[in-house]
Every structure is written in structure tokens, then in C-alpha cells.
């Protein structure tokens, strides 16, 4: 009944259409610096650097649910200019410094056409376009010191002071002139402008022997000027209205951390450590305007003759957030009132949410020689977002590790480790709609969904380090390999009227190898000759990539008008060898 796809003639339609597409990327990359110490008290150094990018990448275009991958052309430019001038006392040191970056693109827009539409109407566009990211520059000036004011206490400061702007003309709303009603844009660019402040500030102390004392305090603010300004109403997708005024909303935020450790040797195999530190956060247009987090924490540390080094330190956070507002975002954001069922008022967003941290560490190192060495070390952090009823509720990382280190000669050393990282995430949600005629809005419980996060990680390394020839030719060999596996695990505690079936992701694997061999050979005091080799090899399973192809109506019936680039993560190996020449002055 009704019209029937024929999804064979579809496929053969692209398919024949298809044309390979390089979506390799060049990056050339130079630098340059000058460095003039005119005495020991002096130094100057003046850096510059550039960087140039060029080729194609995936891009995902859209006509509303119909997907049109494109080739985003590529062709970037990056400019960095430093220049830090340094003057040290008998117990002073003062640093000032600036720095410029500009970032130019030279495709600042991308035009695409409809492969299924011929010619524009209202609610249909035969062609698409977008802006790409905007030239734009940020320019910095920074100043340190440090002094000692005696001979146990001493005291550093940093400033840095910043302004990022980009001033990149507004497109028209849209490339479809059958749209009607089209309202004027609000100004001629964002003409963004975001100043930053960075204050660091840390006094060490050491009254007794025996006791040290570090305070420090960090003040960060980000305060955005960028205009806000009300967009009456915009076109979706190029084919028509969205019917919603719409207000951009300048983020930022002030971040401030301030912390107090100390440190006493109670006997001279154990020391105990202590400290405390608090975080706040001012927020503009979030849903929560400030958060505050304290830190308490301690360890122990026993060591023995310099064989025996044994840590455990735990750490226990509390972050609380006040007068969450589901909806204040929102309200900013949307003039006329939010449009839909808006957000679910029980979210909390994981960044804002209140949360309680515990962190678990231990790290035991024995050396009972010279010539060898073991390590071993296990952590474990917890968060629990008690007051979160749907986000992320729970999040766990485990983490054991172990080194060796053996060194038969005193030319040679040895190693090897091993490292497994297990992180688990536990999230809720709910699968909602809006009410849509006579159809009332369905937000019932039943159709909550859950998700449980499994990743899981081993990264193994072996190496040897040592001289060939004393004081000619020295040897770097080193074997690392990584394997993981991630797991979504998805399903629906009640019993959902929706059409959406809950069901586990299929498993994603990956498998990283590196081979990496480097000789150094000294030709005279001077001149140096390096030579590098690296063998790398890469394979993966994944289920959102593996099937990628110009045609996805096989796989989704519903991706039947939907046109791919066909865009997979194959498994490679490569070869990458350099040779290099150093010359000391």
C-alpha cells in the first residue's frame, strides 16, 4: 500500500553517480626563534610560527532529516607570534611577554547542491549553504615573578590578559528564494569579542625543617561581549521558516580555586600530607548560576634507605549547585517562549549537577639495587550525581598499573609496563514528544531509557635505551601497543509506548601498535647525525563506520534519500622514517 522504494535503482542511481573524493589533509608547519642572552641576568626570546592546512574532510550537510555529506574543502592558515623578555635578581626573577594568533580561511563558505530536488520551492531546496568557521585573532599579554622572601618562603605570581574577536559578515538566511517572509538579520556580523583575565598566585613556606606549607589561589574569567542580539525568526535547512525567534547568548564564566596543603615529616621514614581546596563558579546563560566544590584530602608516605617508596591518598570532593533552573537557558534564548515540551525538568547536566567525588590511590616502588626497579599502582574514582534524576548518575574509573626497570650494564637499561584503565557510566533519559494536533504530548515515565558505558583499555610497553659507543652513538628501542573495547549496554526499566526499542550497541574494538627505533651518532662536539624509524599499525571494529557507504537504504530503509560520502576508518600500517642534523652553537 502507497508508494514503494524501489531501493535496488536507488542504490544503482548513486552508486553510478559516485566519483572518488581525496579527503586527505597536508599540513606544513614552520618555526622560527631568537633567543639573545646578552648576560646571565638577561634573556630574550622572540618565536614565530606557521602553519598552513590544506585538503578536504567529511562535513554533514542536511535538508531537515536527509543527510547530503559533502567535502569540506580545507585550506587554513595559522599564525603565532611570541616575544618574552625575562630579568633575574639575587632572589628575584620578572617575565613579560606577548603573543599574537591569527587564524585565517581561505573557504569561508560551503555552497552544495540537492540531489533530490531540481528546482526550489517553498519547503524544498535544491541547494544548500553554510558558513565555515571565521577569521579570527586573539591577542595576549602575560607578566611572572617570583621572589624570595626569605630564605624558607617563597612567592610566585602570574597575570595574563587576552582579547579574542572576529568580526565574520552574516550570510542571508538562506540560498532558497522561493522562502518567503524572509525577516532581515539583526546586524551585519556577531562582531565577537571575548576578554580574558588569568590571575595565579602561590606562597611556599617551609618554617621548620620538618613542616611545608603552599597556598595558592587562581582566578580565571572569561566575559564574552559579544552583542546579543534577537534573530525574529530563521530558515531551517534552506526549504522554509522555522516559525521561532531565536537570541544568541554570550557564555561565560568566572572560575576560582584556592587551596591550602601541608606537608610535616612526622618521623624521617613517614611524612604526612594534608590539604584543602575550594572551586567556584559564576556562570552567565547556564542553568545554574554558580557552583562551589570542596576538596579535602591526605596521604601518607613511608619510605625506607631509599629502596622502598609506599603512597596511599585518598581525596573526598562535594560539588553543590544552587538554584538549578532547567529552563533559564531557554528563556534567554527563545524570546516568544520556548517552543516543544523544552528541557526535561529533572535534567541536570553533568558539568553543573551536584556531585560527590572520592578518589583512591596507592603506589608502592621498590628498588632494591642500582640496576632495577618495580613499580605498581592501583586508583580508583567514584562519582556519585546524587541529586541527578536523569544525565549521568554514576561514573567509576579503575586503574591498575605496573613497571619494571632493569639496567644490566651502565650503558644499557631495560623496561616494560602495563597499564589497564576500566571506566563505567550509568545514564537516564526519556524518550518524549511534543503534542502535535489532536495528539496530545506523550512524557510519561514508562518511556525512560537507560544506558550503562563499559570502556575498557590495556596499554603494554617495552623498551631499551642505551650506548652503543661511549660518547659517539647512543640507541632508543621501544614497543608500545593499546587495545579497547567499548560497550553500550541500553534498556527501558518500564514498558514504552513509544516506537523506539531499547537494545545494547554492538561492541566497538580497536588496536594501536607502535614500533619506534632511533641511533644518534655524535660526528664531533658540535654536529650530531639522528636517525628515526616508526612502524605503526592500526585496526578497528566499529559499527557507526564500518558500513559506510554512498547508499545506506539498505541498511536503513529510512536513509533511502540521504546521499554519504561512503567515509570508513580503515585499519592501516605505515612506515614513517626521518633523518635530522643538529648543530650546537
Known amino acids: 500500500a502507497g508508494r514503494q522504494v524501489d531501493l535496488a535503482r536507488l542504490q544503482a542511481l548513486i552508486d553510478g553517480l559516485a566519483r572518488p573524493v581525496d579527503l586527505s589533509l597536508t599540513r606544513e608547519r614552520s618555526k622560527a626563534s631568537f633567543r639573545y642572552t646578552p648576560s646571565p641576568r638577561w634573556d630574550l626570546l622572540i618565536q614565530y610560527t606557521l602553519e598552513n592546512e590544506r585538503g578536504a574532510r567529511p562535513f554533514g550537510a542536511t535538508f531537515t532529516f536527509n543527510p547530503t555529506e559533502q567535502a569540506e574543502p580545507i585550506d587554513y592558515r595559522s ?297 605498581a599502582a592501583y586508583s580508583l574514582t567514584t562519582d556519585d550525581f546524587h541529586e541527578t534524576e536523569y544525565g549521568l548518575e554514576k561514573a567509576e574509573s579503575r586503574s591498575p598499573s605496573v613497571e619494571i626497570t632493569y639496567s644490566p650494564s651502565a650503558r644499557f637499561t631495560l623496561f616494560g609496563e602495563l597499564t589497564r584503565e576500566n571506566n563505567d557510566w550509568d545514564m537516564r533519559s526519556r524518550q518524549r514528544t511534543p503534542a502535535a494536533g489532536a495528539t496530545p504530548a506523550n512524557d510519561k515515565a514508562a518511556n525512560d531509557w537507560v544506558s550503562e558505558i563499559r570502556d575498557h583499555a590495556n596499554t603494554y610497553g617495552a623498551g631499551l635505551t642505551g650506548v652503543l659507543i661511549p660518547e659517539k652513538m647512543e640507541i632508543d628501542l621501544s614497543l608500545d601497543i593499546s587495545d579497547g573495547n567499548g560497550l553500550t549496554g541500553t534498556h527501558t526499566p518500564g514498558t514504552p509506548d513509544l516506537v523506539t526499542t531499547a537494545e545494547d550497541y554492538p561492541v566497538i574494538v580497536s588496536d594501536f601498535r607502535t614500533l619506534a627505533a632511533t641511533l644518534q651518532y655524535k660526528l664531533s662536539e658540535r654536529v650530531s647525525v639522528r636517525l628515526d624509524h616508526r612502524y605503526e599499525k592500526y585496526e578497528s571494529m566499529d559499527f557507526a563506520l564500518d558500513r559506510m557507504a554512498p547508499f545506506l537504504g539498505f541498511v536503513d530503509a529510512a536513509s533511502a534519500a540521504t546521499t554519504w560520502l561512503g567515509v570508513t576508518r580503515p585499519g592501516f600500517s605505515a612506515h614513517v622514517s626521518s633523518l635530522g642534523f643538529v648543530y650546537r652553537f
Do not use: C
Open 79 to 375: 599564525q603565532d607570534f611570541r616575544a618574552n623578555v625575562e630579568r633575574t635578581g639575587e632572589d628575584w626573577v620578572v617575565q613579560m611577554g606577548f603573543a599574537r594568533m591569527t587564524f585565517r580561511n581561505f573557504v569561508s563558505v560551503l555552497e552544495w547542491d540537492n540531489a533530490w530536488e531540481e528546482v526550489n520551492a517553498a519547503g524544498r531546496a535544491s541547494a544548500g549553504r553554510i558558513d565555515l568557521y571565521p577569521d579570527n585573532s586573539v591577542n595576549q599579554a602575560t607578566a611572572s615573578a617570583a621572589w624570595s622572601l626569605s630564605p624558607s618562603t617563597r612567592w610566585t605570581v602570574s597575570g595574563a590578559y587576552g582579547v579574542m574577536s572576529q568580526d565574520d559578515p552574516f550570510l542571508p538566511f538562506t540560498v532558497n528564494p522561493a522562502v518567503a517572509n524572509v525577516p532581515a538579520l539583526p546586524a551585519t556580523s556577531a562582531n565577537g569579542k571575548v576578554k580574558t583575565s588569568l590571575l595565579n598566585s602561590t606562597l611556599t613556606s617551609r618554617p621548620v625543617p620538618e613542616l611545608s606549607i603552599t597556598a595558592r589561589y587562581r582566578y580565571y574569567d572569561k566575559d564574552n561581549q559579544t552583542p546579543s542580539l534577537i534573530f525574529q525568526d530563521y530558515v531551517r535547512t534552506a526549504q522554509q521558516l522555522g516559525g521561532v525567534a531565536r537570541r544568541n547568548l554570550p557564555y561565560g564564566y568566572t572560575r576560582q580555586n584556592a587551596g591550602l596543603d601541608l606537608s610535616w615529616r612526622m618521623v624521617p621514614a613517614v611524612t604526612l600530607k594534608g590539604g584543602y581546596e575550594w572551586e567556584g563558579w559564576d556562570r552567565d546563560y547556564r542553568e545554574t548560576l554558580s557552583t562551589a566544590e570542596n576538596t579535602l584530602g591526605g596521604a601518607v608516605d613511608v619510605t625506607h634507605e631509599g629502596w622502598l617508596f609506599v603512597r596511599a591518598a585518598y581525596r573526598r570532593s562535594n560539588r553543590t549547585e544552587h538554584d538549578y533552573e532547567a529552563h533559564r537557558v531557554a528563556e534567554e534564548a527563545f524570546p516568544n517562549g520556548e517552543p516543544g515540551l523544552g528541557q526535561l525538568e529533572e535534567l541536570r547536566k553533568l558539568d553543573q549537577a551536584s556531585r560527590k567525588r572520592d578518589r583512591a590511590e596507592i603506589i608502592a616502588r621498590v628498588s632494591p639495587g642500582e640496576s632495577f626497579s618495580l613499580s
